[in-house]
């Protein structure tokens, strides 16, 4: 089981609206990457540290978002087009 769905060892456990939240603004923001004090400067309300810090994690094991040294970039895309390249693809 990932680690991230152990949220019973986690003191704030978000809920579904925060994700979306957090979600969303990473979804939408203008720039490529974008720095965790950032991300908190951009939320419409404010969120717990750690509870963003479980968020973020989530959102990586989901493949959603890249966390580096730099900062987070969304990674996630749903264009039909590209899964099926994908899919069909040739494996290297």
Do not use: C
């Amino acid at each position: 089981m990932s680690e991230f769905l152990n949220i019973t060892r986690f003191e704030h456990s978000p809920t579904l609206n925060t994700v979306f939240m957090v979600e969303n603004t990473l979804k939408n923001i203008d720039e490529s990457v974008i720095t965790v004090a950032d991300l908190k400067k951009k939320l419409p309300k404010q969120v717990n540290h750690n509870t963003l810090k479980i968020i973020l994690e989530y959102l990586e094991e989901s493949n959603k978002i890249a966390v580096t040294m730099k900062g987070i970039t969304w990674i996630h895309n749903t264009n039909p087009a590209l899964r099926r390249a994908i899919s069909s693809g040739l494996e290297l």
